[in-house]
């Protein structure tokens, strides 16, 4: 009775409950604990302390400058190496924020460099983090535990009661990723900037652009200038599900090198990995309408204005096909740092090598038989992988591919997205093959997240609610050794756009869904709780409002 009493004083101390911040965020902190009896207001004209020598910590703190006055009208002030400031920003993480003592030079895991600390007591709000990227998840659970306030009409903002807490956090897998597909569909630049905040928001490092299609070519290559300005141009796109009703409007779009170096330095200042992908030999439509000499009929081609998996692909016999994927993939390494470029490699019909003789005498040259496992023609896909992979080895790269690309034999160092349920992902595993599990089951944002599929836009299908992702488990440990467990870095949602085509559709098919997938990525198995998670996610929705982020109000 004693302990309800404070906290009713405190509400009634601070005048609405809406004003105290709430630390339990999505996703949920590793060890969280709060002594709600105690209080440390934060108000306008208080300041925020760091390390003014160190660019990167500026930045954070300019970060969380912005997000306390977007949020609750509070000012506060840039004050350098005050160690009195209300918030105060410092490398190193100490226990219960007594002073720290430097660390001791260690190796650490790519989740050890982002761990942090939040300690609020009576001195204010101490931020730590072991690497820059971890103050920067600190001051975005500061900003995630902020009430979301209206300023009064007066001017005069209202303080924000912070009950004392300690908070040790650090993520559980190193990826930790979501996909958007720019191909069927083109998003302006600060659609993309928008996605990568959401994706900070919840705690990702990973953004998987998808930039190229049979429906489009969307990164601009220097050496090949059609490539992009004639491949990302389709005459018009079919109505609905491949209806045969066609819209008659020319449709297209691409990135410029410096728009993508743009974007890269954008992510990079928030955490956040551009991987770009390519995809080959397959869905090759946008690059054939350009150059049909790299197809196995020689074409003409088109841009699809159609959706699915078309026939035609890059033919694997003619030479001149590795030297244009080494010359687009030579200037994607150029543009794009990621120690991961994604090749694709998935749904790629064979059926035009089997019939052409320039791929059948390749296969010949290579002393492709029919081994009983892998067919010749998947032999052929599995060399131009390698062929690839060595390409992108020799600029420090490694090669992601679909779960396809184990149909003919992988090389050690490539890593396997597993689509297609988790099989492919338990195989390379067990092969010892890192792994970012994303099977449609569980990761397929592009699919209907509500029962009521009338009430909803379209979708391509299915249904996949948020408790569903919610509910999955990356490791398998029923299907994997302690061992190979090792080898699954982590997860992520795929939001596939045939039927996204716009900036509010993409952030409606994205929310709650990412909200799910992060505890995934985030929190040990042992401490996610859907119920706890749905009571957690109305005041992170309350941002999202205050941001202007479209999102789904219901939650199945």
């Not at 207001?41 to 306390?68: C, H, K, T």
């Not at 506060?76 to 003592?101: H, Q």
Request: glycine letters at 8%; proline letters at 5%.
């Amino acid at each position: 009775m004693k302990r309800l009493l404070s906290c009713l004083m405190l509400f009634w101390a601070v005048g609405m409950q809406a004003q105290v911040a709430d630390f339990r965020i999505i996703p949920f902190p590793k060890s969280l604990t709060t002594d709600t009896t105690k209080v440390f207001n934060l108000a306008s004209g208080m300041g925020i302390a760091y390390d003014a020598s160190d660019p990167e910590m500026s930045r954070n703190a300019q970060f969380l400058r912005e997000w306390v006055e977007q949020l609750t009208g509070i000012q506060l002030k840039m004050t350098p190496d005050d160690k009195k400031a209300a918030i105060r920003m410092r490398l190193g993480i100490t226990a219960k924020g007594k002073k720290s003592k430097k660390e001791k030079e260690v190796a650490l895991t790519e989740q050890q460099q982002e761990a942090y600390a939040v300690t609020v007591n009576k001195q204010g709000i101490l931020l730590e983090g072991r690497k820059h990227v971890g103050l920067f998840r600190a001051a975005q659970t500061l900003r995630k535990a902020l009430p979301v306030l209206e300023v009064p009409a007066n001017g005069a903002a209202p303080t924000v009661a912070f009950p004392y807490t300690n908070i040790q956090d650090e993520p559980r897998f190193c990826y930790r990723g979501a996909m958007l597909d720019c191909a069927r569909h083109f998003f302006a630049m600060d659609v993309i900037k928008q996605y990568i905040d959401v994706l900070a928001l919840h705690g990702c490092n990973q953004l998987h652009w998808h930039l190229t299609e049979d429906q489009g070519w969307r990164f601009e290559v220097k050496a090949l200038p059609e490539l992009a300005k004639k491949g990302s141009v389709r005459k018009q796109t079919v109505v609905g599900r491949n209806s045969g009703v066609y819209d008659g409007q020319p449709y297209g779009g691409y990135y410029t090198q410096e728009q993508c170096r743009e974007i890269v330095n954008y992510a990079a200042q928030r955490y956040i990995n551009i991987i770009p992908e390519i995809d080959l030999p397959g869905h090759m439509l946008s690059a054939l309408h350009v150059y049909p000499n790299l197809g196995c009929t020689g074409g003409p081609y088109e841009v699809w204005p159609i959706w699915g998996v078309s026939r035609d692909v890059l033919c694997a016999g003619n030479p001149q096909t590795m030297d244009f994927l080494k010359t687009v993939l030579g200037e994607l390494c150029d543009v794009f740092p990621s120690k991961f470029i994604h090749i694709g490699g998935d749904e790629c019909p064979k059926e035009r090598w089997k019939n052409c003789p320039k791929c059948q005498a390749k296969a010949k040259e290579l002393g492709l038989t029919e081994n009983g496992k892998h067919s010749i023609e998947n032999q052929l896909q599995t060399y131009i992988n390698h062929e690839v992979e060595k390409f992108l080895n020799e600029r420090g790269r490694d090669l992601i591919g679909w779960d396809e690309t184990l149909e003919g034999g992988l090389t050690p160092g490539a890593i396997v997205m597993s689509w297609r349920g988790i099989n492919g992902g338990i195989e390379a595993a067990r092969q010892h093959h890192r792994v970012i599990m994303t099977p449609t089951t569980y990761c397929y944002i592009d699919y209907y997240q509500l029962k009521d599929q009338w009430g909803q836009p379209l979708a391509i299908g299915g249904y996949l609610p948020a408790s569903k992702v919610y509910s999955f488990e990356p490791l398998v440990p029923e299907e994997l050794t302690e061992e190979e467990q090792q080898y699954i870095l982590g997860a992520q949602v795929n939001l596939w756009t045939e039927y996204v085509a716009y900036p509010e559709h993409v952030f409606y098919m994205l929310l709650p869904r990412l909200d799910a997938i992060s505890e995934v990525q985030w929190c040990r198995s042992d401490q996610k709780d859907f119920k706890s998670f749905k009571t957690r996610l109305p005041r992170l929705q309350q941002l999202y409002d205050r941001l202007g982020i479209n999102y789904c109000r219901a939650i199945e």
